[in-house]
């Protein structure tokens, strides 16, 4: 098989624009692992350049704190995606959990019971109020996000798993006696994975999205770095926008922040078609 027929079954199988996004996030991945190997000055160190504009010396000026901005951005990357994947990971565990469980196991019911109150709370407001009377922690910010992130994709997996349950080859498992968990296994959990790929994806944009926001609100570590907190001491500036500052001091940090959470929806499409042959017509 040539080069070229192998780029084009690629393509036919990706869209372009989710191989984009990959390549883009490999690029943020690599800068996160290095960061503070690459970057030229000690992120947190503080000095008395206080708001300094781009030069030699800071290629992204400093800010209120006399921080060089280039070197924190390059090291905010790692929190960004670490607090991506980690919230990522823990409400997608949940949403299939609850959504198995809630679909196939008697009593599922009260779970599912319990998603749809939690449906009912608006996300963001609940997340500021935990995070402002229960602590600013790493840790417990991404707990309390992946608590509140799960619910309507469990609601989604337990639609599938009950229409799952009903087809034809699964009645047939089950007449030729096959027992439960393989029946789970084999037939009803991979039903589900394009749309546990499509919330995995889709958490993890949505957790950069707000970290960001509570770290611009002051509302994590600032002790942090981090690009909300990038933004939260950019926007301390009084002259921000009359001198320009803004160019150096809250582009940069936005850009990134638009790049990541483009990168994971461009990456979301991967999973789409067939997510959108499984998930139930509403």
């Known amino acids: 098989m040539s080069v070229r027929r192998a780029r ?7 869209p372009m624009g989710a191989i984009l996004g990959a390549i883009v996030l490999a690029a943020l991945t690599v800068i996160a692992l290095l960061g503070r190997g690459v970057a030229p000055y000690d ?3 503080v000095s008395d350049a206080v708001f300094q504009p781009p030069s030699g010396t800071h290629l992204l000026g400093t800010n209120d704190l006399g921080q060089d901005i280039f070197s924190e951005l390059l090291t905010g990357t790692r929190l960004s995606i670490l607090v991506a994947l980690s919230v990522a990971v823990l409400s997608t ?3 299939w959990g609850v959504g198995l469980i809630g679909g196939y196991a008697p009593g599922g019911d009260v779970l ?20 402002a009377y ?10 309390a996000m992946g608590l509140l992130s799960w619910p309507a994709f469990a609601r989604i997996v337990r639609s599938q798993v009950l229409s799952t349950r009903e087809r034809d080859y699964v009645v047939a498992a089950y007449a030729a006696g096959a027992k439960p968990p393989r029946v789970v296994i084999r037939h009803i959990l991979p039903e589900t994975v394009p749309i546990i790929v499509t919330k995995f994806v889709l958490t993890a944009r949505w957790a950069v999205l707000i970290e960001a926001t509570l770290s611009f609100l002051g509302l994590t570590d600032p002790g942090s770095v981090s690009w909300g907190n990038m933004l939260n001491h950019a926007f301390r500036d009084p ?8 160019l150096w001091a809250a582009l940069p940090p936005a850009t990134a922040i638009v790049i990541l959470v483009l990168s994971l929806a461009l990456i979301a499409r991967i999973a ?3 997510a959108r042959h499984v998930l139930p017509e509403a």
């Open 134 to 143: 229960g602590g600013t922690g790493l840790l417990y910010v991404i707990a």
């Open 112 to 131: 599912i019971a319990a998603s749809d109150l939690l449906l009912a709370i608006p996300a963001l407001p609940l997340l500021v109020l935990l995070v």
């Open 93 to 95: 565990v949940l949403a």
């Open 43 to 45: 992120p947190e160190q």
């Open 8 to 14: 084009t079954r690629l393509s036919r199988r990706l």
């Open 272 to 274: 789409e078609p067939r």
């Open 239 to 246: 002259l921000l926008f009359t001198r320009n500052a803004w």
